[in-house]
């Protein structure tokens, strides 16, 4: 980054939402520079505008794609921490959306405990993964190692 700080995009349709994971984010990286997206267009917009070291991004939200919009992060923005925060079940989105690009997938029922430590985690090391996603990736590595042996 040409500034030497932390861009942070929050990109959620419900602003009370972005500015909770703001205020939570704050805790660990209090000298970054956040901005916000409430559509996908925005998002678009804000990445071909900054670097960004994290993106907070909704599943569902207005003007655009959820799979492109991972698919242009990852070819303007390799190396932006992709954290998906959405109300859809993390079972039946979790494992296409780290397919897709996605770091972390966080549920919004998730405890304020689990969210954070996601957050923590992400900054540090770069992804998370809840245990019932853990599972699911083990569960799905097994499955497509029998699916090799039937070839």
Do not use: C, W
């Not at 349709?13 to 997206?37: C, N």
């Not at 079972?91 to 405890?111: F, H, M, N």
Request: charged share 25%.
């Amino acid at each position: 980054m040409a500034d030497n700080q932390d861009h942070i995009l929050l990109a959620d349709d419900h602003g009370i939402i972005r500015l909770i994971v703001k205020i939570i984010i704050q805790k660990y990286l209090p000298d970054a520079t956040f901005h916000e997206a409430g559509d996908f267009v925005k998002v678009q917009e804000l990445i071909n505008k900054f670097e960004f070291s994290l993106i907070v991004l909704d599943i569902n939200m207005p003007g655009g794609d959820y799979f492109q919009t991972l698919e242009l992060i990852g070819q303007k923005q390799s190396d932006a921490k992709i954290l998906v925060f959405s109300s859809y079940d993390e079972s039946l989105y979790s494992i296409r959306s780290l397919e897709a690009g996605a770091d972390s997938y966080v549920q919004k029922t998730s405890s304020t405990e689990d969210f954070n430590k996601a957050v923590k985690k992400i900054l540090k090391v770069g992804q998370y993964a809840s245990n019932n996603i853990s599972q699911q990736k083990y569960l799905k590595n097994k499955l497509d190692e029998l699916d090799k042996k039937k070839v």
